[in-house]
C-alpha cells in the first residue's frame, strides 16, 4: 500500500494511508488476529457477519422500492 507525500505535507498523507487500510480491511484484521479464534467461533462469527449484511441490503431494497 502507497501514499505519496505532497508539498511535505505528512498529516494529509497519514490521513489518506489510514482511509486505504480502514477500507481494505487492515484494522479489523489486526483486531480479530489480536487473539487465537477457534474455527468454529470464526464460522458463527462469519455466519453472523452474513447475516447482518443480507438483512441491511434487504433493508435498503425494501427502502428503495418504498415499502
Same mark, same amino acid.
Given at each position: 500500500?502507497?501514499?505519496?507525500?505532497?508539498? #511535505? #505535507?505528512?498529516?494529509?498523507?497519514?490521513?489518506? &494511508?489510514?482511509? !486505504?487500510?480502514?477500507? *481494505?480491511?487492515? %484494522?479489523?484484521?489486526?483486531? &480479530?488476529?489480536?487473539?487465537? *479464534? !477457534?474455527?468454529? *467461533?470464526?464460522?458463527?462469527? *462469519? $455466519?453472523? =457477519?452474513?447475516?447482518? $449484511?443480507?438483512?441491511?441490503? =434487504?433493508?435498503?431494497? $425494501? =427502502? $428503495?422500492?418504498? %415499502?
Amino acid at each position: 500500500m502507497q501514499v505519496h507525500v505532497r508539498d #511535505n #505535507n505528512v498529516d494529509q498523507a497519514l490521513r489518506a &494511508l489510514k482511509k !486505504k487500510m480502514q477500507r *481494505e480491511g487492515v %484494522f479489523r484484521e489486526m483486531k &480479530l488476529r489480536r487473539h487465537y *479464534e !477457534k474455527p468454529s *467461533e470464526r464460522r458463527a462469527r *462469519e $455466519r453472523a =457477519e452474513a447475516v447482518r $449484511r443480507l438483512r441491511k441490503l =434487504e433493508r435498503k431494497r $425494501r =427502502e $428503495r422500492e418504498g %415499502f
